[in-house]
């Protein structure tokens, strides 16, 4: 087999998929190589790819790995029949994915100092999510280089993050930074609350400022004075301790900017003088004062809108999808902050909002025996919608002109993808199982699908950028 050096991917391979359509032919297999650049890496590196293609009348199926001399070896013995390249997938431990089909994301794991973020569709310095199939994956943002048109509509580096927040359950550690958003637009689905932090079921969400105290000043400006000199005091403290916790990290010998478990900042803690524990605790409460606390239950919605400081608690777990910028701006931080030397107080009171954002009620789109959709927010960009499904009922996903991400948050699925957009000409090309914690890529390519809940039922989230008509399905 011959392996093509192409500078464009993506348009070598739709010109093979339309030579395949005039030819008659069942089938093309082909391998090629291209150059990309890693964009989300320091100094965005060059490296050299090397995808195996098998086009079928029906199915694209593709494998992806970095390019190299043994590879380019070991290919030019490689017949071209799509069971051989399949099986050299398999071989070398390449996922042998099929494009015209749902892609299975998995997950990347990034350690917070409070807990945990698990990113679906996470592509930057800190960590890149990956496409798996076969028990063997290849990271996202390497899949979507190869056709991002046929993926993702071209905007493969502007792809919905989907992630979950995953705090400990730890009072003192598992409160997540009081922070504000100038640009990115974020929204959470409380998905579990630990009935060891929160008895009665009821976690919390630190979002925005104290009403009635807000009402004791004579004006907003006396208000951020006060609640920033709160803020300043208690950070003098806050960075005593830390320096003190420091030298246990050098002792250690761990490095400055690393989380170190709850367990082992405990240990440390008893260590430091009490005087200065008390006085920690009394400056926080203080601090905190000029703050409101939301309740979160279960399936509990949070639309925080850009300006709007917040605070997920400790043990309340959620799904959050988000515009895939970073920035924001640290109000305070109840343990040592890993990723900046400073707090952003006194700018981000410059333009804060000091209203307190309502939880939204979802808008009931569509309501059957079977299934029931809401609409959960709507961003600029994209918005979220939450199917319900009743155990054992089939919901139809039409085609689409743009991607989407869907995520199982209960029960389980399974998913049946079709050659035709009508359902009464569905012919099943394959069938996949998904289950609770799962999250999957819709491609722009993929036709219509049917999707069958488990005896349990599932309830499911559905994103999707908003440059397309609102919500499609059971057609």
Not at 78 to 101: G, I, M, R
Not at 213 to 234: G, I, N, Q
Not at 377 to 389: K, N, S
Request: charged share 20%; net charge negative.
């Amino acid at each position: 087999m011959i392996v093509h050096a192409v500078s464009n991917p993506e348009s070598f391979i739709s010109t093979q998929i339309a030579h395949l359509k005039t030819s008659g032919e069942v089938s093309r297999c082909f391998a090629l190589e291209y150059v990309w650049r890693q964009y989300y890496l320091p100094s965005q590196p060059e490296i050299a790819l090397i995808a195996l293609v098998a086009v079928s009348n029906h199915e694209l199926h593709v494998a992806l790995s970095a390019a190299s001399t043994e590879l380019r070896d070991r290919l030019s013995h490689l017949d071209d029949q799509v069971e051989s390249l399949a099986a050299f997938a398999d071989k070398h431990e390449l996922p042998w994915l099929n494009l015209s089909a749902p892609l299975v994301l998995e997950p990347v794991y990034i350690p917070k100092p409070w807990g945990q973020e698990i990113w679906y569709t996470g592509i930057e310095v800190r960590g890149q999510s990956s496409v798996t199939a076969q028990g063997h994956k290849v990271p996202l943002p390497w899949l979507l280089s190869l056709m991002p048109d046929f993926l993702v509509g071209g905007s493969a580096e502007h792809i919905i993050l989907l992630k979950i927040l995953d705090p400990l359950a730890d009072e003192r550690y598992g409160d997540l930074y009081f922070e504000m958003h100038e640009q990115k637009q974020e929204v959470y689905v409380v998905t579990h609350i630990d009935s060891q932090a929160w008895p009665d079921g009821v976690g919390g969400i630190r979002l925005g400022f104290n009403q009635h105290k807000r009402s004791e000043f004579t004006d907003d400006a006396a208000f951020k004075d006060a609640y920033l000199t709160a803020v300043r005091d208690y950070e003098t403290v806050r960075r005593e301790i830390d320096r003190q916790l420091d030298q246990q990290r050098l002792a250690h010998d761990i490095a400055l900017d690393d989380p170190v478990d709850a367990a082992t900042l405990n240990a440390w803690l008893s260590e430091l003088p009490q005087n200065l524990l008390i006085l920690e605790s009394e400056k926080r409460a203080v601090m905190h004062a000029y703050t409101a606390m939301q309740d979160l239950q279960l399936g509990d919605v949070v639309k925080v809108p850009c300006f709007t400081p917040h605070a997920l608690q400790h043990g309340v777990r959620t799904v959050e999808f988000q515009t895939p910028v970073y920035e924001r701006k640290i109000l305070s931080f109840t343990q040592k902050v890993l990723t900046q030397t400073h707090w952003d107080t006194k700018e981000a009171l410059e333009k804060i909002s000091l209203a307190i954002p309502a939880l939204p009620a979802l808008e009931e789109i569509d309501s059957t025996a079977d299934a029931v959709v809401e609409r959960v927010v709507t961003f600029d960009d994209f918005e979220v919608l939450r199917i319900g499904l009743a155990a054992g009922s089939h919901y139809y996903l039409s085609a689409c002109s743009t991607y989407r991400l869907l995520m199982v948050i209960s029960g389980s699925l399974v998913c049946y993808a079709t050659e035709s957009s009508m359902p009464s000409q569905a012919k099943y090309t394959h069938t996949q199982h998904y289950l609770s914690s799962q999250a999957v890529l819709l491609p722009v390519s993929l036709q219509q699908t049917e999707w069958e809940a488990g005896d349990e039922g599932a309830i499911v989230l559905l994103a999707v950028p908003t440059e397309i008509s609102r919500y499609v399905g059971n057609e």
